[in-house]
Nanobody
Framework: QVQLVESGGGLVQTGGSLRLSCVAS????????MGWFRQAPGKERESVST????????NYADSVKGRFTISRDNAKNTVYLQMNSLKPEDTAVYYC????????????WGQGTQVTVSS
């Protein structure tokens, strides 16, 4: 049974930084992808950033480009999201997700971690 556990959320002031981590257990991902998604109150969940396990190809939402960096440690089955220059509009619950193939939906999800950016 695959489990994804996020950590690193919290409260930070505008302009501050946080680093989210997501550890996957129950399966070793040698292909497919992992990603970070977020959902703010009253809004739909959106993709923030994704990375492929095999080649490390990354993708970012326009709203976070230049501020967020996704990375992975294949040996630790862990994905990170370094978030710099945080803005109040980044406030949301951040979810880690994984899939075993490049195509298709993300079918494994973490429980989420709250990120709050105060103005």
């Amino acid at each position: 049974q695959v489990q994804l556990v996020e950590s690193g959320g919290g409260l930070v002031q505008t302009g501050g930084s946080l680093r989210l981590s997501c550890v996957a257990s129950g399966r070793t991902f040698s292909s497919g992808a992992m990603g970070w998604f977020r959902q703010a109150p009253g809004k739909e969940r959106e993709s923030v950033s994704t990375i492929t396990w095999n080649r490390g190809i990354t993708n970012y939402a326009d709203s976070v480009k230049g501020r967020f960096t996704i990375s992975r440690d294949n040996a630790k089955n862990t994905v990170y999201l370094q978030m710099n220059s945080l803005k109040p509009e980044d406030t949301a619950v951040y979810y880690c997700a994984a899939k075993a193939a490049i195509i298709g939906p993300y079918n494994y999800w973490g429980q989420g971690t709250q990120v709050t950016v105060s103005s």
